[in-house]
Nanobody
Framework: QVQLVESGGGLVQAGGSLRLSCSAS????????MGWFRQAPGKEREFVAA????????GYADSVKGRFTISRDDAKNTVYLQMNSLKPEDTAVYYC??????????????????WGQGTQVTVSS
């Protein structure tokens, strides 16, 4: 089992940037593909970005492509989400997730076994 803790959320103006971090503890971090999801009030949790175990492969939702970058540092057991050019519609609780089964990367919620508690990101207009 792996425990995930997100940090780095906050309030930012439109056009600004934030970097989210997700620290993992427990099993070997490099054994997991990692992903970020988000959930806005009244909406379902949606895929944002994912990175493979190796870190060489990444995937993004169309809504964030070109603005967000996911990366991982296995030495620090941490995955990051750099968010630039933020928009009010990016406002949500952001969740980190770990997938022990996929060698590539996963984009669907059910593929992830472990989840963090989430960190709030609020973008003001």
């Amino acid at each position: 089992q792996v425990q995930l803790v997100e940090s780095g959320g906050g309030l930012v103006q439109a056009g600004g940037s934030l970097r989210l971090s997700c620290s993992a503890s427990g099993r070997t971090f490099s054994n997991y593909a990692m992903g970020w999801f988000r959930q806005a009030p009244g909406k379902e949790r949606e895929f944002v970005a994912a990175v493979s175990r190796s870190g060489r492969n990444t995937g993004y939702a169309d809504s964030v492509k070109g603005r967000f970058t996911i990366s991982r540092d296995d030495a620090k057991n941490t995955v990051y989400l750099q968010m630039n050019s933020l928009k009010p519609e990016d406002t949500a609780v952001y969740y980190c997730a770990a997938d022990p089964n996929t060698g590539y990367y996963a984009t669907r919620r059910y593929e992830y076994e472990y989840w963090g508690q989430g960190t709030q990101v609020t973008v003001s207009s």
